[in-house]
């Protein structure tokens, strides 16, 4: 987390950056920020630190985000992802100030391009691709410049004029910066700035042949916005010198923006890779971008996380300029916390087991009385039927109890949540041996809400009524990737259990996104593409268990 001043100053290095251009009035005072994402995927929960810190941080000082769709390479990017990222940003809680395009920037990045070639500082290449890496040599060793190197400013203009008016072939030709091939930065030797792509663009059609590569156009968006700080992750940090070294050369711009690097998100039992998660989608291991195993937004959302508790994750994570793993728990604390107060209770048993209670009257049913949400006495409470035959938890029984096993067995008594103390008396079995049904017998002075104060039970469990109970299908989900003993990521082969379940009448009118509390299960959601008139089907969010340790002061 960030610590904080007697003025409540945030120390957070990124801010403090920010407060000291401020102060020497490097841009003005003004703070203009971006969330700059490629089309090509889904927005995934590393991704929502990003928008969080960026829009936040513009909001923290009065300034403003710009959301721009880094549409350099058409081949991968589809108008589905545009719509998602947006909806995305604006679930979170944020509004940009201008929805921008790269693609909008094409003639100025030709023409810095050009002015690059001028100057001397730039050239076409025709090594193919595997060449230009043998050339760019290692760690170690320098690079060895291409034959193409010394050509004369006016042959790569023609040549650059050429490619784009689509006489060579894709991979025929590059343009590169003519920088340093003996650099220790690997990314400032003669890196590519613009390539051939016979493509159709979304945005401008089939007007161009060529285009920028990413280390190129991004400083030149930035400038172009008068972006004030780019906000990027820690993996950008050795592109910074080529950033930096594109703006000052192209000299378009007296005031360049700042690139700044943060760590980026990573997270226990969790792959955030576009890449990885688009085969995931591509071979049908999940149902789509928004199945609620996956780390995308669209998913988590589907899953029924709460933007508050994604943004709260966010914030107490805080900004680190060196990368870690945070622990999944930690999400999943903040998403019970944000729920807990929140969401009704309802009661809903897993593999139920029949309960005949054989005093109770067969023509008899009572409406009992049980809280919405102990936590907030303001929710106040519901009425739910119960009769002679209910269904508990098979959970809750053990024929043969172990140590310190204080639910339903034969010969002891529990209390029925909101209705009486029932002890089990018989257990009837099927011709295979499993459990038919179990009879047992109830108190009828031990109704709750009678301020009854007789014998005490350790147990307490809780019911649906056999004759109006509901059947849902539940979705139980465990993390979509575990590590394997040699400590390696590995696909999960039990990442969801479905069942059918039985639940109390009012989940019989759950609308698609409505959260609940299942008691003593977790918190559940009905899922928004399945649940229907004829089917309620539920998410499991998260289960009521946390392995994560707030810290006291929080």
């Not at 940003?89 to 395009?101: H, I, Q, S």
């Not at 209910?390 to 010969?411: C, H, N, S, T, W």
Request: proline residues 6%; charged residues 30%; hydrophobic residues 30%.
């Amino acid at each position: 987390m960030s610590e904080k001043t007697n003025e409540n100053r945030s120390l957070n290095f990124i801010h403090q950056i920010i407060e000291k251009d401020i102060e020497e009035g490097t841009y003005g005072g003004e703070v203009y920020t971006r969330f700059p994402p490629e089309p090509n995927g889904y927005l995934h929960i590393g991704h929502a630190k990003s928008i969080c810190l960026n829009f936040t941080t513009a909001q923290k000082y009065g300034g403003r985000t710009n959301l721009r769709y880094d549409d350099t390479n058409p081949v991968k990017e589809d108008m589905e992802y545009v719509d998602s990222i947006e909806e995305d940003v604006k679930w979170l809680g944020f509004t940009w100030d201008k929805r921008l395009w790269a693609s909008d920037y094409f003639d100025t990045m030709y023409e810095a391009a050009m002015e690059l070639i001028r100057k001397g500082l730039a050239y076409v290449d025709d090594l193919s691709p595997d060449q230009i890496r043998e050339y760019r040599g290692t760690l170690k060793e320098p690079g060895k410049e291409s034959p193409c190197r010394s050509q004369s400013a006016e042959e790569a203009a023609d040549l650059f004029e050429r490619m784009r008016a689509g006489e060579f072939a894709d991979g025929e030709r590059v343009l590169r910066a003519k920088i340093d091939m003996a650099s220790p930065n690997i990314n400032m030797r003669d890196p590519v700035i613009y390539r051939i792509a016979h493509t159709s663009h979304h945005n401008t059609g089939d007007k161009w042949c060529i285009y920028p590569m990413y280390d190129f156009a991004h400083p030149i968006e930035d400038a172009i916005e008068g972006i004030t700080h780019s906000i990027c992750t820690l993996e950008f940090e050795d592109h910074r010198p080529l950033y930096d070294w594109v703006l000052k050369n192209v000299g378009f711009w007296p005031h360049p923006p700042k690139q700044i690097e943060f760590a980026r998100l990573n997270l226990t039992n969790t792959v955030m890779s576009k890449r990885l998660l688009k085969a995931l989608v591509d071979d049908g291991t999940v149902e789509g971008w928004d199945d609620p195993r996956m780390p995308t937004i669209a998913g988590l959302r589907r899953r029924g996380y709460t933007p508050q508790a994604i943004r709260t994750f966010c914030d107490e994570i805080g900004v680190a300029k060196s990368n870690s793993t945070i622990d999944i728990a930690m999400l999943e604390h903040f998403v019970r916390d944000d729920l807990k107060d929140k969401v009704e209770n309802r009661n809903v048993v897993e593999d139920p087991i029949k309960v005949v209670i054989t005093n109770y009257p067969e023509d008899r049913t009572e409406m009992v009385e049980v809280e919405n949400n102990r936590n907030v006495p303001e929710m106040g409470n519901r009425e739910i039927p119960f009769s002679r035959e209910i269904y508990i938890d098979g959970a809750d029984f053990m024929e043969v109890p172990v140590k310190k096993y204080f639910r339903l067995f034969p010969g002891n008594e529990v209390r029925v949540k909101g209705a009486y103390f029932i002890k089990c008396e018989d257990v009837i079995k099927n011709p295979d041996g499993t459990v038919k049904e179990l009879h047992c017998t109830y108190d009828p002075q031990t109704r709750s809400g009678n301020g009854f104060e007789g014998r005490k039970v350790k147990g307490t469990i809780h019911f649906v009524d056999a004759a109006t109970a509901v059947p849902v299908r539940v979705r139980n989900y465990n993390y979509l990737y575990i590590e394997n003993e040699q400590g390696e990521q590995v696909l999960n082969p039990d990442s969801v259990e479905e069942k059918i379940c039985y639940a109390e009448p009012s989940l019989a009118e759950a609308k698609p996104g409505e959260r609940f509390q299942f008691f003593r299960h977790g918190y559940y959601i009905a899922d928004e593409k399945l649940t229907n008139d004829r089917e309620k089907v539920f998410n499991r969010i998260v289960d009521l268990k946390s392995s994560f340790k707030p810290k006291k002061n929080r």
